[in-house]
C-alpha cells in the first residue's frame, strides 16, 4: 500500500497525541508524522511553509476542535489566512457529541470530515482509501 507521506497532527492532549503514535506507527501508513500540542505552534509551522516556494505539505491535518489555546475553529481562520495552496486535507478530531459541531465542521470548505477520537487503525485505513479516490 502507498503510504502517506506527511500527516500532521494537531491536539493539546499529549496522551491523545502519544496514542495517535503508536496506531499511526502499528497503521505503518505514513512515512512521517509530526505532532503538535500547541496550535499557535503548528500554525507557526504553517506559516514557515508560506513562505516557501515549493514546501512539502501534509496529505492531511487532523485538527482538534477544543482547545485552550486557541480552539480548531480558531486555528483553521488564521489557517485559511495562510493561504496554503493547495490545502491539505483537513480531519476536525472530537469527543464531543454535539449536533452544532458536526453541522460546522460539514458547512466549512476546508474540513473534510469530522472523525470522533481516538483514531484507529481502521480509521486511518478508510481515510487513505477515501484520499487516494479524491482527484
Do not use: C
Request: aromatic share 10%.
Amino acid at each position: 500500500m502507498e503510504k502517506f507521506r506527511l500527516l500532521v497532527f494537531i491536539d493539546d492532549d499529549k496522551p491523545t497525541n502519544v496514542f495517535h503514535k503508536i496506531i499511526t506507527k502499528k497503521a505503518d501508513i505514513t512515512e512521517e508524522s509530526l505532532f503538535f500540542s500547541s496550535p499557535i505552534e503548528a500554525l507557526n509551522y504553517f506559516e514557515e511553509l508560506s513562505k516557501l516556494d515549493n514546501p512539502t505539505l501534509p496529505d492531511a491535518i487532523f485538527l482538534d476542535i477544543n482547545m485552550p489555546e486557541i480552539t480548531g475553529w480558531e486555528f483553521l481562520d488564521k489557517y485559511a489566512d495562510l493561504d496554503i495552496f493547495p490545502s491539505p486535507v483537513i480531519v476536525m478530531l472530537t469527543t464531543s457529541l454535539l449536533n452544532k459541531d458536526h453541522q460546522k465542521a460539514q458547512s466549512m470548505e476546508l474540513v473534510y470530515k469530522l472523525i470522533n477520537k481516538p483514531l484507529s487503525k481502521e480509521v486511518l485505513y478508510s481515510l487513505h482509501s477515501e484520499l487516494k479516490k479524491l482527484p
